[in-house]
């Protein structure tokens, strides 16, 4: 069995369960005032996540995006630490626990798990969800604030997703800087926006200075070589339209591509890929166009023609984001 698919396809049913119960104009009201707060200043005093119609529109209109974007980041860094599988998982500014069920996807099995978040509606909404989950049966869910006065305990694997965005620059260090104490394996993912790959980079920066080797995207720990300003390093995670989707967006596609920024880190050797698809690949007649981020810490564009073959033939099967060339 395909786990990703199922537990993907349990979290569809247990977010379609919820929703049951709150008629369809209040969800749809519930999620255009968290928009209309999420455009608003962030970081903020207090939880954004109030009470449980807030919450319950986040989890039904973001979790399937926020799952999506951490469960394929997590996939490209499973594939640089091939023998490497958490024994344990901390979910910081877990919320509802999109990264608990994306790392339940990646690796198989259950392993202590820890979702920490100061918006307790989220945390107790997050519990209830992940009664459909058996690997997280017995996850904690615990009230924590971000600041100078967290403390991690030790564990495998740190997560931190969508949740920089929300901090201000002095508690985006103290955050990144107690993962790095913590854990073994730091994942950190963003919104595929100019700012939130800023803030990835500066997450980088601070994982590599505290001796961290990064294991993707990128093909090494030096530095990335976008000038900044001129570009942003980001990938795409596609994510099938719920029926409130469609109410509150309109429109009748059945899926909308989910944009993220990420970097996955480990204290212990990684294999990272030679290279990576940076852009969608352009397809043209007989050639296909690759953007690729390479180990010489330099972007390169590749044309790959009918000439070449079995690469050609891989590189049309080549997706943003991909390992290239692919494993053999
Ligand atoms: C956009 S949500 C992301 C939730 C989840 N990680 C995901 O990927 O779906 C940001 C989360 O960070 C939490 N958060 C923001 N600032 C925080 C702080 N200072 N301390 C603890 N949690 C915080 C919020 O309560 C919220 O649950």
């Not at 395909?2 to 929703?19: P, Q, Y």
């Not at 294991?215 to 000038?227: E, K, L």
Request: proline fraction near 8%; include cysteine.
């Amino acid at each position: 069995m395909n786990v990703s698919v199922s537990v993907s396809e349990t979290l569809r049913g247990a977010l379609t369960d919820l929703l049951d119960g709150l008629p369809p104009k209040q969800a749809g009201q519930a999620v255009e005032r968290l928009i209309a707060n999420y455009r608003g200043a962030t970081p903020t005093d207090a939880p954004i996540l109030r009470d449980r119609a807030d919450v319950a529109a986040y989890a039904a209109y973001r979790m399937p995006a926020t799952f999506e974007a951490v469960r394929s980041a997590l996939e490209a860094f499973a594939d640089a630490v091939p023998q490497w599988s958490p024994a344990g998982h901390v979910d910081v500014g877990g919320g509802t626990g999109a990264a608990t069920w994306a790392v339940s996807s990646t690796w198989d099995g259950t392993r202590p798990v820890t979702v920490l978040d100061w918006a307790e509606p989220a945390l107790a909404l997050g519990r209830e969800i992940a009664a459909a989950n058996p690997a997280l049966r017995d996850a904690r869910w615990q009230r924590a604030r971000i600041g100078t006065a967290l403390a991690l305990d030790p564990t495998d694997l740190v997560t931190v997703s969508y949740v920089l965005n929300e901090l201000a620059a002095p508690d985006r260090a103290v955050l990144v800087d107690a993962a790095a104490s913590a854990a073994q394996a730091v994942v950190i993912v963003e919104p595929g926006t100019p700012d939130g790959y800023a803030r990835v980079i500066e997450a980088r920066d601070r994982l590599i200075a505290a001796g961290f080797r990064v294991a993707a995207p990128c093909p090494h720990s030096a530095a990335c070589p976008i000038v900044p300003g001129t570009d942003w390093c980001h990938f795409s995670a596609r994510v099938s339209r719920s029926s409130l989707h469609r109410q509150v967006k309109g429109g009748s596609l059945p899926y909308e591509d989910e944009k993220f920024s990420y970097v996955a880190a480990a204290r212990f050797p990684v294999s990272p890929v030679s290279a990576r698809v940076v852009r969608r690949p352009q397809i043209r007649k007989g050639q296909v166009l690759l953007d690729l981020c390479e180990t010489e810490e330099r972007l390169s564009r590749t044309t790959v023609t009918k000439k070449h073959g079995d690469l050609y033939r891989a590189a049309r099967d080549a997706d943003w984001g991909d390992a290239w060339p692919p494993a053999p």
